[in-house]
């Protein structure tokens, strides 16, 4: 199983950018796919975006679609999603999270990394 770790939060103003990653533990990697999802203070967790191993393919929630990116760097095991055009309503606390096959539920992920905070100023 692996052990995630998420780093690259932080504050930002509107407008701007931030690569978030999250770094596994494990030699198994590659054979996962990874989420990234993200909880606002009084909202529920919501997926993000999601990038499947193998061939990569990707979802993205259509709140993020055009201004995120996920990819994967499986020789550093390593998945980022770079955020661009950044609002105050992307502010949350952002998870990442493997899982055998992806999908947009948090139910269907089966380990998670502990967050990391992005914060954006308006």
Request: charged share 20%.
């Amino acid at each position: 199983q692996v052990h995630l770790v998420e780093s690259g939060g932080g504050l930002v103003q509107a407008g701007g950018s931030l690569r978030l990653s999250c770094a596994a533990s494990g030699r198994t990697f590659s054979s996962y796919g990874m989420g990234w999802f993200r909880q606002a203070p009084g909202k529920e967790r919501e997926f993000v975006a999601a990038i499947s191993w193998g061939i990569r393919i990707t979802l993205y929630a259509d709140s993020v679609k055009g201004r995120f990116t996920i990819s994967r760097d499986d020789t550093k095991n390593t998945v980022y999603l770079q955020m661009n055009s950044l609002k105050p309503e992307d502010t949350a606390v952002y998870y990442c999270a493997a899982a055998d096959n992806i999908s947009r539920r948090n139910s269907g992920y089966d380990v998670w990394g502990q967050g990391t905070q992005v914060t954006v100023s308006s």
